[in-house]
């Protein structure tokens, strides 16, 4: 024995909960991104509107761009754990199903 345990139903619980985080960054990015384009340039075009979009639009397209990639690495996680709980399953029920051949 190793005394390394796996918790399955918490590995399970984690990616459902994870996946459930993942639909809620999306649905914050597409507000984000639908509240943004209603404003559209709205720091005008003299001196002081290019001078601000000149200092502010990337920063604001690069936080727009991590709360919609958050969606997808918080899904891809969720993932990860519910196929990291399917193979330890699969690896628990063969090594049951060969100790009970060892057995008869």
Avoid at 27 to 53: H, M, Q
């Amino acid at each position: 024995m190793t005394g390394y345990e796996a918790d399955l139903d918490r590995l399970d619980a984690g990616a459902r909960e994870l996946r459930g985080f993942a639909g809620q960054a999306k649905e914050i990015a597409g507000t984000l991104d639908k509240a943004l384009a209603a404003f559209g340039a709205c720091w005008g075009d003299d001196a002081v509107g290019r001078s601000f979009a000149a200092s502010h639009e990337k920063p604001s397209g690069d936080a727009a761009g991590a709360v919609s990639g958050l969606s997808t690495t918080l899904g891809d996680v969720g993932d990860k754990l519910a196929a990291t709980a399917e193979t330890y399953r699969h690896v628990e029920e063969s090594n049951a199903t060969a100790m009970r051949r060892l057995d008869g």
